[in-house]
């Protein structure tokens, strides 16, 4: 395992509508591996590769990470700002975050203090306009840096923590990892069908990215690679897990964009066990992924599915994915895509 990529992917600042450090790193690490790439005008990067059948095979994953962006700066130099993407306020508090302007700079969020709250605040539900980023300096100052439009990304490191990775952003920046993987491995096999290796933007703002890429490229066959809730921890219940980390990667049966294409599914279930490669059923009631964009926006519909790694405190800068994950996700992708005229 790369670790090292894994770590630098993970870092990268990319908040939707803003990718493009995260859309560089990707472009050095796969360009002599692929036939061509390029990237649209909403900035989505696609890599080719020449198959046998003129078919085509789309497989995406997201670049953009959760962050946001500034609205206000106030008389004294503090930031206000909307998110970019889904929060919960809670997870906000007592966190640095990285302020994209003329220059890097680092801020943290505040809030009320506690001890001068009343106890009506106290009990009061926590919203992200409770928050704003202070980033230590005069106007006169931040204004030389930031201004209204900046955008802004969370600051922690990727680090190995027991048989996890832990870290900032691997939704989706583990898929990244996965993707970039599968189409070295595959640098001197020969592909069945015309295959676009996508990384797509403004996914957590609304599957936005994926929606253009589907209309440009028009995939036979598509799969989504994104993180899915496993929430195998203390206070849960079997049902309401949707994944467990260690057992392998999720087949997506459904979330609440897309019912993936049944043939596709028994054919993804059918190659892992061929391989001996552990796998879930994926069920997610709730949230959405490209690969609902990947199936409805193609003329009469592609066969669509999706791939879904485990990932702990989902959408928090301490996200978690188990190696053993990581690696049978590289090894189910790389035998789905060199035998998908099987399907």
């Given amino acids: 395992m790369n670790f090292k990529l894994i770590k630098k992917l993970s870092e990268t600042a990319g908040p939707s509508g803003f990718e493009d450090k995260i859309r560089n790193v990707i472009t050095e690490e796969i360009s002599s591996y692929v036939d061509t790439i390029s990237t649209d005008n909403m900035g989505n990067l696609i890599a080719y590769r020449k198959g046998v059948s003129e078919k085509k095979l789309m497989i995406a994953a997201h670049m953009d990470e959760i962050g946001f962006i500034v609205t206000h700066i106030d008389d004294n130099g503090f930031l206000k700002f909307t998110t970019l993407g889904g929060f919960d306020p809670k997870t906000l508090t007592a966190q640095r975050v990285i302020v994209h302007g003329k220059k890097d700079i680092i801020g943290v969020m505040g809030a009320k203090p506690i001890h001068v709250m009343t106890p009506e605040e106290r009990d009061k539900k926590v919203t992200t306009k409770d928050f704003f980023i202070d980033l230590g300096l005069p106007k006169e100052e931040v204004v030389k840096i930031v201004e209204v439009g900046t955008p802004i990304s969370r600051e922690r490191e990727c680090i190995e923590m027991g048989d996890c990775i832990n870290g900032k952003s691997l939704d989706n920046r583990i898929a990244n990892y996965i993707l970039i993987e599968v189409i070295k491995k595959l640098k001197e096999k020969e592909l069945p069908y015309d295959t676009y290796f996508t990384f797509t933007v403004q996914e957590e703002v609304g599957l936005r990215g994926a929606q253009v890429a589907s209309l440009k490229i028009q995939p036979d066959v598509a799969i989504a690679l994104d993180t899915t809730i496993a929430y195998d921890v203390p206070g849960s219940?079997?049902?309401?897990?949707?994944?467990?980390?260690?057992?392998?990667?999720?087949?997506?049966?459904?979330?609440?964009?897309?019912?993936?294409?049944?043939?596709?599914?028994?054919f993804m279930k059918y190659i892992a066990d061929k391989y001996s490669i552990p796998f879930q059923s994926e069920i997610m009631q709730g949230g959405g992924t490209d690969t609902g964009m990947l199936q409805k926006m193609v003329a009469g519909g592609a066969i669509a599915g999706a791939l879904s790694i485990p990932t702990r405190h989902l959408h928090q800068v301490i996200e978690s994915v188990h190696k053993n994950d990581v690696d049978n996700s590289i090894d189910l992708l790389y035998h789905i895509t060199k035998s998908i005229n099987k399907i």
Avoid: A, R
Avoid at 244 to 256: E, V
């Fill in 237 to 266: 219940v079997p049902q309401e897990q949707i994944t467990k980390l260690g057992s392998g990667p999720g087949i997506k049966i459904m979330d609440s964009s897309v019912i993936c294409n049944t043939k596709l599914v028994s």
